[in-house]
């Protein structure tokens, strides 16, 4: 990758020192932004709420050396929230996706003001992308 330019700047706000499933996906779908070139920021504040028997989880290097910081090109393009419980706050630069799963029937009206303020949502399932709409 020395000397190509990196695909776009994310910065990935969740969980990814926990061994719960949030964490486990986060895990995996920032290790292909690595793969695929993209210049990116790991944000994890330590809000998120692990079960109790939550271990931590041992970090891939190339994950350790970025968590905690943004992208190191600049500003992060593309600023996508997956973690539990969903921070409502926009985020300070770029575009906001949300990814949060939900299998619980209709969704907090606490959370409709949130989902106006995101520029997009990813959805797990169809079930998901349902109880979004």
């Known amino acids: 990758m020395r000397g190509l330019q990196p695909r776009g700047r994310v910065a990935w706000d969740a969980d990814f020192e926990r061994l719960h499933s949030l964490a486990l996906v986060n895990l995996a779908a920032c290790r292909e932004l690595l793969q695929r070139g993209y210049d990116l920021g790991l944000l994890s504040d330590g809000m998120d709420v692990p079960s109790e028997t939550a271990e931590p989880v041992p970090l891939d290097p190339r994950l350790a050396a970025r968590l905690g910081r943004g992208p190191v090109g600049g500003p992060a393009q593309v600023h996508v929230r997956?973690?539990?419980p969903p921070r409502p706050e926009p985020p300070p630069q770029g575009r906001c996706v949300l990814m949060q799963p939900?299998?619980?029937g209709s969704l907090p009206r606490a959370w409709l003001p949130m989902l106006e303020r995101v520029d997009e949502v990813w959805a797990y399932s169809?079930?998901?992308?349902k109880r979004l709409i």
């Open 102 to 104: 939900w299998e619980y």
């Open 126 to 129: 169809r079930y998901v992308r």
């Open 82 to 84: 997956h973690r539990w």
